[in-house]
């Protein structure tokens, strides 16, 4: 069974930063391409916004218009995890974050593509 679990979520204040990670569990991430995504409070299943992505040999990257200069995913494969990076964070980036795999290891913002989804962390941005 492919599992995926994010970690590193919890409360910072406007302007900080915190790092996300994504493991996966019994299969190499790298054959894989990896989505991050959030939801928003209040938002429905289905209204989860692609934040960032990154093909599976790591050589494309994409942005939402909203993170860009801000986020920075990347691959470590010696510990077969992905990160995404946050800095300069702000109160509308406060959402339960996910990631996702998908086997055609590509890189795409679209939410359909994905086979498969962590179960989430939690980011809160308030002072």
């Known amino acids: 069974q492919l599992q995926l679990v994010e970690s590193g979520g919890g409360l910072v204040q406007p302007g900080g930063s915190l790092t996300l990670s994504c493991t996966a569990s019994?299969?190499?991430?790298?054959?894989?391409?990896i989505g991050w995504f959030r939801r928003a409070p209040g938002k429905e299943r289905d209204e989860r916004e692609g934040?960032?992505?990154?093909?599976?040999?790591?050589?494309?990257?994409d942005y939402a218009e909203s993170v860009k200069g801000r986020f920075t995913v990347f691959r470590d494969k010696a510990k077969n995890t992905v990160y995404l990076h946050m800095t300069n964070l702000k109160p509308e980036d406060s959402a339960t974050y996910y990631c996702?795999?998908?086997?055609?290891?590509?890189?795409?913002?679209?939410?359909?593509?994905?086979?498969?989804w962590g179960q989430g962390t939690q980011v809160t941005v308030s002072s």
């Open positions: 996702a795999a998908e086997k055609q290891s590509i890189c795409t913002l679209s939410g359909w593509s994905y086979d498969h």
């Open positions: 934040v960032s992505c990154i093909s599976g040999p790591g050589t494309s990257t």
């Open positions: 019994g299969f190499s991430l790298d054959y894989y391409g």
